[in-house]
């Protein structure tokens, strides 16, 4: 089978569906991706150029509203429909999922597949403004159409199915929507590592306030006296977050002795330094980075949002916060701080949770299973 798979976001392609994508073509699938590819893709490039896989170049802004750019999306889809000739189409991220879809159905495509990821900040974030008064009510339309256009849609957790169902976009008539374990991590690259001493806490992901990190930033000025001889580490980057100001957060990690370890491609080392990931975050889909964690026997740190309260059991494997309570993270912190001994033991009951339920090939298993591919 011809599998057009669209991503919007190039650079993540390989750590979050390489596994997926490879494994569809050892089953005999041929595999064409398209995605916006920039100067810093030669890593995907090689990769796809070894496996067999045809790349098509999809520019496009993944946070744009404006109707021409969107619409030159649409007829770039239009023409890579045509060229390609799929029989199937798997896409994920809101853009993808909406436009890919319609254009699938319209042009006749066999099977639509599409993965929710999450609910994204235009549904997770609590206060008002343009997106909740404008762009939600639109996203709101623009997945029902998609959903309906859709053969199969996945989701990543039951909270998110939950949810789309209360908004009347996905009725899952004829078992349309199912769900997954997340993307799924690779126990074997991300293994078991020693924790360091005394703890250290770390955050990896996009500084945005919908991913928890002004909370964090917070709670940790909270929490500094009684952290003793812990450190306090980040790996990220900003994603145009207005909310967040680059002067605050280089303010605080000076203030703090914070490391700051950048965007990292590989994110094993800054774990390897780590004791605990922190992930204070408004809703995922089921956070990638926190399961890389976990496969190398990390404690966790998270809320009770959809898609993170999956990955913890509270004092099991970590600890299990309210959303947006910065004074329950502040204290979850010095929990950890203060028995460094039982981080060890949640790190390794971690890893048992990557093997029985999250890892990589159980995962991309029952994607594939769920599509008939």
Same mark, same amino acid.
């Given at each position: ?80 429909? !045509?060229?390609?000739?799929? *029989? ?33 900040? %235009?549904? !997770? ?8 008064? %404008? ?8 997945? /029902? ?25 996905? /009725? #899952? ?21 020693? /924790? ?48 967040? *100001?680059? *002067? #605050? ?8 002795? %914070? ?52 990955? %913890? ?36 009951? !971690?890893?048992?949770?990557?093997? #029985? ?17």
């Amino acid at each position: 089978m011809r599998i057009l798979v669209i991503a919007s976001y190039a650079r993540s392609v390989l750590q979050f569906r390489g596994a997926l994508l490879a494994s569809w073509l050892e089953r005999g699938h041929e595999v064409h991706l398209c995605c916006p590819l920039k100067e810093d893709c030669g890593e995907l490039l090689t990769w796809a150029n070894t496996e067999g896989i045809t790349l098509h170049n999809l520019p496009f802004k993944r946070h744009s509203i404006g109707l021409f750019s969107n619409l030159a999306l649409c007829m770039r889809l239009v023409t890579l429909v !045509s060229e390609t000739r799929p *029989e199937a189409i798997f896409s994920y991220t809101l853009k993808p999922v909406v436009f890919g879809s319609l254009i699938g159905r319209v042009m006749k495509v066999r099977h639509i597949f599409a993965l929710v990821t999450g609910r994204g900040e %235009v549904y !997770s974030r609590k206060r008002g403004g343009l997106s909740l008064y %404008v762009v939600r009510p639109i996203v709101t339309f623009l997945y /029902q159409i998609a959903f309906r256009s859709a053969t199969k849609v996945i989701f990543q957790n039951e909270d998110d199915l939950a949810f789309f169902k209360s908004l009347g976009v996905i /009725q #899952n008539e004829r078992g349309k929507a199912r769900v997954v374990d997340g993307s799924g991590v690779d126990s074997v690259f991300y293994g078991p590592v020693a /924790q360091p001493q005394p703890p250290v806490f770390l955050f990896v992901g996009r500084y945005r306030v919908a991913k928890g990190f002004y909370d964090f930033m917070k709670a940790v000025d909270i929490a500094n006296q009684d952290l003793g001889n812990s450190g306090i580490a980040i790996a990220g980057w900003f994603d145009g977050d207005k909310e967040i *100001e680059l *002067e #605050n957060v280089n303010d605080w990690i000076k203030r703090n002795e %914070v490391r700051d370890w950048g965007f990292l491609r590989d994110v094993r080392d800054a774990i390897a330094n780590a004791s605990v990931i922190v992930l204070p975050s408004y809703g995922e889909g089921v956070p990638r980075s926190v399961l890389e964690a976990m496969s190398m026997s990390r404690a966790v740190i998270t809320t009770d949002a959809p898609g993170c309260k999956e990955v %913890v059991d509270d004092g099991y494997n970590g600890y299990c916060i309210r959303v947006g309570d910065v004074n329950e993270l502040a204290r979850a912190l010095v929990k950890c701080a203060s028995n460094p001994e039982k981080l060890v033991e949640m790190g390794m009951r !971690s890893r048992t949770m990557i093997l #029985n339920r999250f890892e990589v090939r159980l995962v991309n298993s029952k994607i594939s299973e769920l599509l008939d591919l």
